[in-house]
């Protein structure tokens, strides 16, 4: 019986302890939100997606390397 309220003291503690933590870490400066990031449409299939993953060539956003150059063997 004083095993089982030894194991309960213990979890009440542990669970005490990561709660106070999780709320001292919650208090701390949050990470500053990303700025919103304009999208483009892939011009070969179509796709939307941010700029920033995107690949311009000759004016044109492309969603991947190959279908830029799907897009150039096609067009000549």
Same mark, same amino acid.
């Given at each position: 019986?004083k095993?089982?309220?030894? /194991? =309960?003291?213990?979890?009440?503690?542990?669970?005490?302890?990561?709660? =106070?933590? $999780?709320? +001292?870490?919650a208090? *701390?400066?949050? +990470?500053? $939100?990303?700025?919103?990031?304009?999208? /483009?449409?892939? $011009?070969?299939?179509? /796709?939307?997606?941010?700029?920033?993953e995107s690949?311009?060539?000759?004016?044109?956003?492309y969603?991947?390397? =190959?279908? *830029?150059?799907?897009?150039e063997? +096609?067009?000549?």
């Amino acid at each position: 019986m004083k095993f089982l309220l030894l /194991v =309960a003291l213990f979890l009440a503690v542990f669970w005490l302890l990561r709660k =106070a933590r $999780a709320a +001292r870490s919650a208090e *701390r400066s949050p +990470r500053p $939100a990303r700025a919103p990031e304009r999208m /483009v449409k892939c $011009a070969y299939c179509g /796709v939307n997606q941010p700029v920033s993953e995107s690949i311009l060539t000759h004016g044109r956003y492309y969603c991947c390397s =190959a279908h *830029r150059l799907e897009a150039e063997s +096609r067009d000549g």
